[in-house]
């Protein structure tokens, strides 16, 4: 569409040289301010003025008016004409925006970026002629083969706005790293060790008098303590034995689990084993 106002162009021409003028008065009144300080630092009376600057009020010049190619376009319209024209590369929503507000596209709106988003995902639900590719990059659904637009499709993780496949492989290629280089175990700490847990079985062997009494004894606290027993078969387990146990298929609550039956020292043999003869520990869930 051509400019039907043929003084647009030297208006334009105008407020830019207005705004140049403007930014170097600006600069030399900070030099001046500049050299009175100096002055007085330095003790110096200035010198008598023998002409008078009279003082220029500039006034903000006026926003200019940009002839747009967005006229009369909303945001999701003029988010895809900049996708289109964009030479078959991807953006993101972020360079999107840049580009809308570098043409004069005004947006009432604290993330502007955020906002070219959402009005492409509602264009791609309502006319599918764009598609988010990954790593927050969008593109023209014209440009790419039919297999293309099926593996984006499907390796699209809507959730983060990311790749899955090649955010699998990042983390994963991440953990390897870390493995490597830094950390000698993976996962959550151990909360204790298998001496803490074995100072809790020779103090319930010896006759402790309570639970609490034992977890004491292996200088842990008494949730701790009775978590691993709730969720692992603990009663199975001796010093010297892998730590932690293989974790119960069915956790137990800890009234399911009296003192008497923890590593009862009548039941076990010297090694600390139950006897195939003997009578086996039993622990089973309350119904």
């Given amino acids: 569409m051509v400019n039907s106002d043929p003084y647009e162009a030297a208006a334009l021409?105008?407020?830019?040289?207005?705004?140049?003028?403007?930014?170097?008065?600006?600069?030399?009144?900070?030099?001046?301010a500049g050299i009175s300080a100096a002055r007085e630092a330095a003790g110096l009376q200035p010198p008598e003025a023998t002409t008078t600057i009279p003082k220029i009020e500039v006034s903000p010049p006026p926003p200019a008016v940009l002839p747009s190619k967005y006229k009369g376009m909303g945001l999701e319209a003029a988010s895809t004409k900049v996708l289109s024209e964009s030479d078959r590369?991807?953006?993101?929503?972020?360079?999107?925006?840049?580009?809308?507000?570098?043409?004069?596209f005004t947006l009432l709106s604290?993330?502007?970026?955020?906002?070219?988003?959402w009005a492409l995902r509602k264009r791609e639900r309502k006319e599918g002629d764009v598609i988010l590719v990954g790593d927050g990059k969008w593109g023209m659904v014209s440009w790419y083969s039919a297999e293309r637009?099926?593996?984006?499709?499907?390796?699209r993780n809507n959730a983060s706005t990311r790749n899955s496949a090649e955010h699998i492989e990042?983390?994963?290629?991440?953990?390897?790293?870390?493995?490597?280089?830094?950390?000698?175990n993976w996962g959550p700490r151990r909360r204790i060790t298998a001496e803490q847990m074995a100072a809790a079985y020779h103090a319930i062997r010896s006759g402790a008098k309570s639970k609490l009494a034992a977890a004491k004894a292996g200088g842990m606290v008494w949730p701790t303590f009775n978590f691993y027993w709730c969720n692992y078969e603990m009663e199975r387990w001796k010093p010297g034995d892998?730590?932690?146990?293989?974790?119960?298929?069915?956790?137990?609550?800890?009234?399911?689990?009296?003192?008497?039956?923890?590593?009862?020292?009548?039941?076990?043999?010297?090694?600390?084993?139950?006897?195939?003869?003997?009578?086996?520990?039993?622990?089973?869930?309350?119904?």
Avoid: Y
């Fill in 149 to 155: 637009l099926r593996q984006l499709r499907a390796r």
């Fill in 170 to 184: 990042k983390t994963k290629a991440g953990i390897a790293n870390a493995r490597k280089t830094r950390l000698d």
């Fill in 13 to 32: 021409s105008l407020r830019e040289k207005e705004s140049r003028l403007i930014a170097e008065l600006d600069a030399v009144r900070k030099s001046l």
């Fill in 242 to 287: 892998d730590f932690p146990p293989q974790r119960r298929a069915v956790p137990l609550k800890s009234k399911d689990i009296p003192l008497k039956e923890m590593w009862p020292s009548d039941a076990k043999s010297a090694n600390g084993h139950s006897k195939d003869s003997g009578p086996q520990l039993l622990l089973q869930p309350t119904e």
């Fill in 89 to 104: 590369i991807e953006l993101t929503g972020k360079q999107i925006w840049a580009a809308l507000e570098a043409a004069g």
């Fill in 110 to 117: 604290d993330r502007p970026e955020q906002s070219v988003s």
